[in-house]
């Protein structure tokens, strides 16, 4: 079983920044396409920024020259950098990975998603 884990959500003011963290666990294998996705209240969950064919990455509009995501393949770990809050950041932020496991009979390759770090922009 392959699990998500984020951290590093947080209460910032306007302006700030946090940085956002997804560790994958697991008998993993692989580790190919992995996002961040966020979902505010009464809105759908939409794609905040992902790597794409191996190293390309693809941000929201709404983001773009504000967040950065990086990885290391080392630790199986995505990282969500975040400046230059906006009140309209606010959400709950999931991190997304599409992850090639052992299984007892080979391997699997499943969609996985994190449980969910809240991050508040607010003065």
């Known amino acids: 079983q392959v699990q998500l884990v984020e951290s590093g959500g947080g209460l910032v003011q306007p302006g700030g920044s946090l940085r956002l963290s997804c560790a994958a666990s697991g008998r993993i294998i692989s580790i190919n396409a992995v996002g961040w996705y966020r979902q505010a209240p009464g809105k759908e969950r939409e794609l905040v920024a992902e790597?794409?064919?191996?190293?390309?990455?693809n941000y929201a509009d709404s983001v773009k020259g504000r967040f950065t995501i990086s990885r290391d393949n080392t630790k199986n770990t995505v990282f969500l950098q975040m400046n230059s809050l906006k009140p309209e950041d606010t959400a709950v932020y999931y991190c997304n990975a599409q992850v090639v496991s052992r299984t007892t009979y080979g391997r699997a390759q499943g969609n996985y998603w994190g449980q969910g770090t809240q991050v508040t922009v607010s003065s």
């Open positions: 790597f794409i064919n191996g190293g390309s990455t």
